[in-house]
């Protein structure tokens, strides 16, 4: 997911496609949507002080990931029942993985 004329102009910009011309590729190409999304995880901190994948293998947590995609609306009670449902989902995958789901779940 991108939102904003900046993310799209940035996303294209780094793959080599026009998103800023035509932003539903995001949308219609499952390609497309994969890269932005990988873009957006390991290059982009958002609100946040460090990209999401910098906060996983940093151990800074899930929530830190929820900051730096969301924070600025989720964040800091901004919207603490989609915060919980962000988190409820990702113990649910994790358990279904059998992973731990680590420390440092909420932002």
């Given at each position: ?7 799209y102009k ?34 982009q901190?958002?609100p946040?002080?460090m ?8 151990q ?13 609306i ?34």
């Open positions: 997911q991108l939102s904003w004329n900046f993310n940035a996303a294209g910009d780094a793959l080599g496609i026009d998103l800023l011309g035509n932003p539903y590729q995001v949308e219609q190409n499952s390609a497309v949507a994969w890269k932005t999304g990988l873009w957006y995880w390991n290059t901190t958002g946040g002080t990209t999401p994948h910098d906060a996983m293998v940093n800074r947590g899930f929530g830190e990931t929820i900051r730096s995609i969301n924070g600025s989720e964040c800091n009670g901004g919207n603490p029942a989609q915060v919980q449902s962000r988190i409820d989902k990702y113990t649910q995958i994790t358990g279904i993985l059998g992973v731990p789901a680590g420390s440092n779940l909420s932002c």
